[in-house]
């Protein structure tokens, strides 16, 4: 509602200033909490991503992600279970959608991942690696083909040759 000014009314009963009232007392307040462990140091992480003195790689989270071997080693082992069962059974079941969307978000990751763990590795096993993960993308990239086609054949045919490629990427990483 305008006024005859052009000024908006308040709805009734909403108060001009929203926040503690002036006549409550300091007991009312909740208590002090220590810094909840997204913190660190007292500054929010959310912080870092605006620190314009941080490294590219640490403001978008890379170097934290990257940190722990143990952790991007069981992100590789939980996406290889995803395709071996979840993206299996789609393909079989020729939901298209969701094989393509299941195949496409575990393609982000182990190509994140595996890129990782072979940095770790001597001058031969990165090669080694770097080739096995090169193929296995070029099959996942087939198998993308064929859910796009909606082919069963050979959707089916390109998820064995993904499956034996990510074995082989994997197996080559140790």
């Known amino acids: 509602m305008l006024t005859k000014q052009g000024r908006r009314k308040r709805a009734p009963g ?8 002036s006549h409550s007392s300091s007991s009312s307040l909740p208590p002090s ?10 500054f929010d992480i959310i912080y870092e991503a605006r620190d314009l003195d941080l490294p590219q790689s640490t403001r978008d989270g890379l170097d934290q992600v990257r940190s722990s071997l143990a952790a991007t080693k069981a992100r590789i082992a939980e996406a290889e279970r995803r395709v071996d069962g979840k993206l299996g059974g789609y393909v079989q079941k020729a939901y298209w959608t969701l094989a393509r969307e299941e195949l496409r978000g575990q393609l982000g990751t182990l190509r994140f991942d595996l890129n990782t763990v072979a940095s770790s590795l001597s001058k031969d096993g990165k090669t080694a690696a770097t ?31 993904t499956q034996a490629a990510l074995d082989a990427a994997i197996a080559t990483l140790g």
């Open 33 to 42: 909490r220590p810094f909840p462990p997204s913190t660190q140091n007292g």
């Open 14 to 21: 909403v108060r001009k200033w929203i926040g503690r009232p």
């Open 131 to 161: 080739e096995a993960k090169n193929e296995f993308l070029a099959a996942a990239d087939k198998l993308d083909f064929a859910i796009r086609q909606k082919n069963s054949d050979k959707a089916n045919a390109a998820l064995a040759t």
